[in-house]
């Protein structure tokens, strides 16, 4: 599986802003998505995961209520809708799969990963 995310760019505090990753090389149906984020000097941060039928979203504290995470099988992508956006929001986007519905937050749990899409904040 390949993925590539996209949507990233430098808006102000409290816009929004919506990712896109796109999956190629096999179905994602049969996947947990997830998406994570690494600002400069920090480590991988779990943001979101959504189950195969898009039945159940898992969120990290951190961006509950103001992300929102979708697939869609049919086009074999995922989103990542973003709102009120604030400067620590500043880091690398990746999106990324995983087989298995455990241990969501944890960055080994996943199988497959896409280059990052960059999002900066301005105060």
């Known amino acids: 599986v390949q993925l590539q995310a996209s949507g990233g760019g430098m808006v102000q505090t409290g816009d929004s802003l919506s990712l896109s990753c796109e999956a190629s090389g096999r179905a994602l149906s049969t996947y947990v998505m997830g998406w994570f984020r690494q600002a400069p000097g920090k480590e991988r941060e779990f943001l979101a995961a959504?189950?195969?039928?898009?039945?159940?979203?898992y969120y990290a504290d951190s961006v509950k209520g103001r992300f929102t995470m979708s697939r869609d099988n049919a086009k074999n992508t995922v989103a990542l809708q973003m709102n009120s956006l604030k400067p620590e929001d500043t880091a690398l986007y990746y999106c990324?799969?995983?087989?298995?519905?455990?241990?969501?937050?944890?960055?080994?749990?996943?199988?497959?990963w896409g280059r990052g899409t960059e999002v900066t904040v301005s105060s």
């Open positions: 959504v189950a195969w039928a898009n039945l159940r979203a």
């Open positions: 990324a799969a995983s087989s298995k519905w455990t241990n969501l937050t944890v960055v080994g749990s996943y199988d497959y």
